[in-house]
């Protein structure tokens, strides 16, 4: 199984700061990397697929990059809405496994 | 607009089966470009995938290791609809369960959710 392994865990941000969050795979998954928000008591929504295309709807002020085992998900100027959970997900084989998780705090 | 309804128990015993269903609508459960998954997510466990069935010409099945010797992910064509069947459960079963839409190897489109609990 490809493990993903996120960084941090948690975070504390103000409104407006620029945040990045980090996923690691264990071996080389391309660019099979999606980024989901779940907020508490929803599903997880899918933000980003394929390492950095913008699900449609979802604001411009979140980007994703990186490609092979390392990943990014950068918010450039977080708001209030943002304060949630992402999660990485790798689709490069079955089985599909995610990232552990990191919690977007208020600071 | 594709939309997952869920329905079934919130409580199970141990050792009996979990069984739940998942309605499509906006989709076909024979869709030859979807699959369709189950995931849970507990405490412990986090985000955790079970399994998926498909048709591309004809039916597949995948399951995640850990539960493959005891589950059964199920099309119905009649309804339009997919269940999953979870057998011998224990308390470690307990989690949130979600049925969702893969396509283009994403997760796009996810059911309400199901908190189950396994307790006598």
């Known amino acids: 199984d490809i493990q993903m392994t996120q960084s941090p865990s948690s975070l504390s941000a103000s409104v407006g700061d620029r945040v990045t969050i980090t996923c690691r795979a264990s071996q080389n998954i391309s660019s099979y990397l999606h980024w989901y928000q779940q907020k508490p008591g929803k599903a997880p929504k899918l933000l980003i697929y394929a390492a950095s295309n913008l699900q449609s709807g979802v604001p411009s002020r979140f980007s994703g990059s990186g490609s092979g085992t390392d990943f990014t998900l950068t918010i450039s100027s977080l708001q209030p809405e943002d304060f949630a959970t992402y999660y990485c997900q790798q689709s490069y084989s079955i089985p599909r496994m995610f990232g552990q998780g990191t919690k977007v705090e208020i600071k | 607009q594709v939309q997952l309804q869920q329905s079934g128990p919130g409580l199970v015993k141990p050792s009996q089966t979990l069984s739940l269903t998942c309605a499509i609508s906006?989709?076909?459960?024979?869709?030859?470009?979807?699959?369709w998954n189950w995931i849970r997510q507990s405490p412990s466990r986090g985000l955790e995938w079970l399994g998926r069935t498909y048709y591309r010409s004809k039916w597949y099945n995948d399951y995640a290791v850990s539960v493959k010797s005891r589950t059964t992910i199920n099309p119905d064509t009649s309804k339009n609809q997919f269940s999953l069947q979870l057998n011998s459960v224990t308390p470690e079963d307990t989690a949130v369960y979600y049925c969702v839409r893969e396509d283009n190897r994403r997760y796009s489109y996810w059911g309400q959710g199901t908190l189950v609990t396994v307790s006598s």
């Open positions: 906006g989709d076909s459960v024979s869709s030859n470009s979807a699959a």
